[in-house]
């Protein structure tokens, strides 16, 4: 599955010509434990309503959301999926990302 990814993304970054997911493909390369894991309390200070945040590791639901925020990450926990929401935003996964944004256009590397 994970090879699978992250040849979708190196495929995205040359066919659309976007650096964007050339750079989370090669993030995820790396070893597990070097993947970012970013709680929802650092969207909230990072991210304006209605941005959208990519990360290459796992989203955590430590703290609070006040914004609406599309969120892109290779996985989430549960808490943070309803954090989100209940702020109006929504989580997607890097395939459903590769879809709805593929030249990577209004999207921030988070963590």
Not at 26 to 32: I, V
Not at 97 to 105: F, L, R, S, T, V
Request: include cysteine.
């Amino acid at each position: 599955m994970l090879v699978e990814l992250i040849g979708a993304l190196k495929n995205a970054g040359r066919t659309n010509q976007a650096p964007l997911w050339r750079d989370i493909a090669s993030r995820l390369e790396k070893p597990s434990r070097s993947w970012a894991q970013v709680n929802v309390s650092k969207l909230n200070e990072n991210l304006q309503s209605g941005e959208h945040a990519v990360i290459a590791g796992k989203l955590l639901g430590d703290g609070e959301l006040a914004k609406a925020v599309t969120v892109i990450a290779f996985s989430a926990s549960a808490s943070a999926k309803a954090k989100i929401a209940k702020a109006g935003g929504k989580v997607l996964t890097l395939q459903e990302a590769i879809k709805a944004y593929p030249k990577g256009q209004n999207c921030r590397i988070i963590g």
